[in-house]
C-alpha cells in the first residue's frame, strides 16, 4: 500500500493554515484511532505479498476509523512555524508543536502549559532514532490530542483547571527543552535545539493571551516535567509580577541515585545528554555556579535555588527510576534484574530490600521539597510513573492517594492555597490499596 492512502485518508480532514502556524481540526479522542490507522497502515506496508482481498479488507478499515473519528473531536495540534527562522525545531528541522484548548468563563485568564515526557537521546546514534519518530520530528505527531487528567475539560473530573487554556507542547529534542547548539553537521543533520523549543512556545503563547494571565502553571509528565523545574524560575520572570505561578512535576523527579553495581549510571547518562545538547547555558545559573552542569539535570540540586512554589507529584517507587536508576541493563550484566524491575512482585527478598533502600533514596533526595512550606509533595508508594495524566489517576474513585486525598485534590488546594499539601505515603511498595494493579508508565 502506498502512503498516499493514508494522505487520502487525511484528505477528508479540514485543514487551516496561518502565516505563523498550521492547526490541523480534527475531531475529539483522535489520538486512539490514530494509533489503530497507524498499526493498520504498518501491516499492510509490511507484507511483501499481499492478496487484494486483505487489501480491501484493511481499506474497509480505514473508512470505518475515519466515519468514527469525524463524529468525534479532539485538541487540534498547532505547528509553529514561524520558530523554524529563529531555529527553534525538533531534532530533525520541523516546526514545534503543541495542542491549545481555549479557556472559558471563569478560567479565560488562567494557563496551564504541560509539556509532554519521552526520555532523553544521548549521541547521534539515538537522537537519529528518534528522528523518524513523534519523538524527535513533527511530521509523526499524531494531529490530535485528547486532553485528560491535570489538562482534563470536564468539571467533575478536573474542577480547579477545567476552563483554563490548557496546552500540551509536544516533546520533539530529546533534552528536556535545554538543548542549545548553533551547528549542525551536515553528516547528521540532527538539531539540537530544545531550550529554543520552549522559549518559542512561551513566545507565541504569550502572543495569544498569556501575557495577560492572573494565574498560570508550568507542569509535565516525566522527561517534561523535569523540563517544568528546570524552566520553572523563568517561566515565572516572564508572567506578569501580579499573577499567581507555580508549578508541578509529575514523575520528574530524577535522583542523583546509587544503582545496584554500586556507582551511579544516570550521572554518566546525564553527563552525555548535558554534552550533546550544549544544555549547560540553559539549566538554572543558581546550580551551575556551584556544580558540574550535569548535575543540575538532578531536581535535587536545583530545587533548593527555586524562587517559585513547585508540587510534585512522584512515586516512591517511580517505574522508570526502578528500571533505570537502581537497575538499568548496562550494570545488570546477568540480567537478574530483568523480571523484578518491571513486576516489584517478582523480586526476590534481596531485590526487595534494595527497593526498599531506593525508597530511602528518593527520600532524602525530596528533603529540599518537604522542608520548604510553600512547596507541596504528593508522594505515594505506587509503582508507577506519570500519575496525572488520566482521570483515572488524577482524580477517579479508584485512583491513588495518600492521606486520604487524590492527586487533583491535593495540587488544587495547594495552587489556591485552601490548603497545604505535603504527604508521604507507607513506606512498602504493597502497603497502599489504592495503587494501580500494574505499572503506570507513560
Excluded at 508507577?384 to 485534590?409: D, E, F, L, R, T
Excluded at 497502599?432 to 500494574?438: D, E, G, R
Aim: hydrophobic residues 40%.
Amino acid at each position: 500500500m502506498k502512503t498516499t492512502t493514508m494522505a487520502g485518508f487525511h484528505g477528508l480532514l479540514n485543514l487551516s493554515l496561518s502565516s505563523s502556524s498550521v492547526s490541523i481540526h480534527k475531531p475529539k479522542s483522535f489520538f486512539f484511532y490514530e494509533k489503530k490507522l497507524f498499526l493498520i497502515k504498518e501491516e499492510v506496508e509490511g507484507l511483501h505479498f499481499i492478496r487484494m482481498e486483505k487489501l480491501k479488507q484493511c481499506w474497509s478499515s480505514l473508512l470505518v476509523l475515519a466515519v468514527v473519528v469525524i463524529g468525534t473531536g479532539a485538541v487540534p495540534i498547532t505547528y509553529l512555524q514561524s520558530a523554524v527562522a529563529k531555529g527553534a525545531v525538533c531534532l530533525d528541522g520541523s516546526a514545534p508543536a503543541y495542542h491549545f484548548d481555549k479557556g472559558f468563563g471563569s478560567g479565560v485568564n488562567n494557563w496551564i502549559v504541560h509539556m509532554e515526557g519521552g526520555g532523553w537521546c544521548t549521541d547521534v546514534a539515538s537522537c537519529s532514532a528518534r528522528k523518524n519518530t513523534m519523538k524527535g520530528s513533527s511530521k509523526f505527531m499524531n494531529k490530535d490530542f485528547g486532553f485528560s487528567g491535570i489538562l482534563g475539560g470536564k468539571q467533575n473530573t478536573n474542577p480547579d483547571f477545567y476552563n483554563w487554556n490548557r496546552i500540551k507542547v509536544r516533546y520533539c529534542d530529546g533534552s528536556s527543552f535545554t538543548g542549545n547548539v548553533e551547528a549542525v553537521n551536515p553528516a547528521n543533520k540532527l538539531f539540537f535545539r530544545g531550550a529554543r523549543v520552549w522559549r518559542a512556545v512561551i513566545d507565541d503563547l504569550m502572543a495569544k493571551g498569556m501575557k495577560n494571565a492572573q494565574n498560570a502553571i508550568l507542569s509535565g509528565c516525566s522527561a517534561g516535567a523535569l523540563a517544568a523545574i528546570l524552566h520553572c524560575d523563568t517561566f515565572r520572570a516572564i508572567l506578569p509580577p501580579t499573577a499567581r505561578v507555580k508549578c508541578v512535576s509529575d514523575a520528574g523527579y530524577f535522583i542523583h541515585g546509587t544503582d545496584i553495581s554500586g556507582g551511579s549510571y544516570i550521572q554518566t547518562y546525564y553527563s552525555k545528554v548535558v554534552a550533546l545538547h550544549g544544555s549547560a547555558k540553559s539549566l538554572p545559573v543558581s546550580c551551575t555556579s556551584k556544580m558540574k552542569p550535569e548535575l543540575c539535570f538532578f531536581p535535587q540540586n536545583v530545587v533548593p535555588s527555586m524562587r517559585t512554589p513547585l508540587f510534585v507529584i512522584n512515586a516512591a517507587f517511580d517505574s522508570w527510576q526502578i528500571k533505570n536508576v537502581l537497575a538499568p541493563t548496562a550494570v545488570d550484566k546477568r540480567k537478574e534484574w530483568k523480571n523484578c524491575k518491571h513486576d516489584l512482585k517478582k523480586c526476590t527478598a534481596a531485590q526487595l530490600k534494595t527497593v526498599q533502600g531506593f525508597r530511602d533514596q528518593m527520600m532524602r533526595a525530596l528533603s529540599p521539597v518537604h522542608s520548604t512550606p510553600s512547596r507541596g509533595l504528593f508522594l505515594d508508594s505506587c509503582h508507577a510513573h506519570c500519575q496525572g495524566g488520566s482521570a483515572a489517576s488524577w482524580s477517579g474513585a479508584k485512583g491513588p492517594q495518600v492521606a486520604n486525598s487524590k492527586i487533583s485534590q491535593a495540587v488544587g488546594n495547594w495552587f489556591y492555597g485552601r490548603s497545604a499539601f505535603q504527604k508521604i505515603d507507607c513506606p512498602s511498595p504493597i502497603c497502599n490499596p489504592t495503587c494501580p494493579a500494574i505499572s503506570t508508565d507513560e
